[in-house]
């Protein structure tokens, strides 16, 4: 009776925990960024011809969406709204966070924007997320890689792959920002007609 009651007790807690992990009671809470900090955020160009610029420069005159990028499956998405971004002059931009053999060749052709190397991971701050074992056992998560891996996209756990990304709508000159998407799990994807419609508020500058 007593190992039969130590297994039920084990058994209690194991789904106690499951059900409690798939909750978001455990995940860790995104400081939400300000202008001025992903202003001063230095950027790279990725090629031959490496340079460094402000991110400032990316939306200062014409606001944009810039993706902090995980994984293509969410960057394809983005990029079905290219049309309506340059009908509303709003451009599309990506940062990574590393430059790991193949990876950013590979990403290219999930998205339809310049990309830029953040390797001081400013995007994914101002306190960066990570989801280690807990992504694991959410069903959310199972879910999402499931629906990717359909869509013939793997995710990346490579480097700093288990770092959180999100998107960011952000105003022109000092608009702020506009929308800010945070990843709270692996294959959390930003609403796109929220993008779209924050697109929408952007005072672009002449």
Same mark, same amino acid.
């Given at each position: ?93 990506? *940062?990574?966070?590393?430059? #790991? ?5 590979? !990403?290219?052709?999930?998205? =339809? $924007?310049?990309? /830029? ?23 959310? *998560?199972?879910?999402?890689? #499931? ?5 013939? !996209?793997?995710?990346?756990? =490579? $480097?700093?792959? /288990? ?28 609403? #796109? ?14």
């Amino acid at each position: 009776m007593g190992m039969w009651s130590l297994g039920l007790g084990a058994v209690g807690a194991a789904i106690a925990g499951i059900l409690l992990a798939n909750t978001d009671m455990l995940l860790t809470t995104p400081a939400q960024a300000n202008l001025e900090y992903l202003e001063d955020t230095d950027l790279k160009t990725l090629g031959e011809d490496e340079s460094t610029f402000k991110a400032k420069t990316l939306w200062e005159r014409t606001g944009a969406v810039v993706m902090a990028v995980r994984r293509p499956g969410e960057a394809a998405e983005l990029s079905s709204l290219k049309p309506q971004l340059e009908q509303l002059g709003v451009p599309l931009y990506a *940062v990574v966070k590393e430059n #790991i053999g193949t990876e950013i060749r590979d !990403f290219r052709p999930h998205f =339809a $924007g310049d990309i /830029f190397l953040d390797d001081k991971k400013r995007f994914y701050g101002p306190h960066r997320r990570r989801m280690g074992a807990l992504g694991l056992i959410r069903l959310g *998560v199972w879910q999402n890689f #499931i629906r990717a891996w359909r869509k013939g !996209f793997q995710g990346n756990v =490579a $480097g700093e792959g /288990f770092v959180l990304g999100g998107v960011f709508v952000i105003g022109a000159g000092n608009q702020g920002i506009l929308l800010e998407h945070r990843e709270k799990e692996f294959g959390d994807k930003v609403n #796109i007609t929220s993008v779209l419609e924050a697109a929408r508020k952007v005072e672009i500058q002449k």
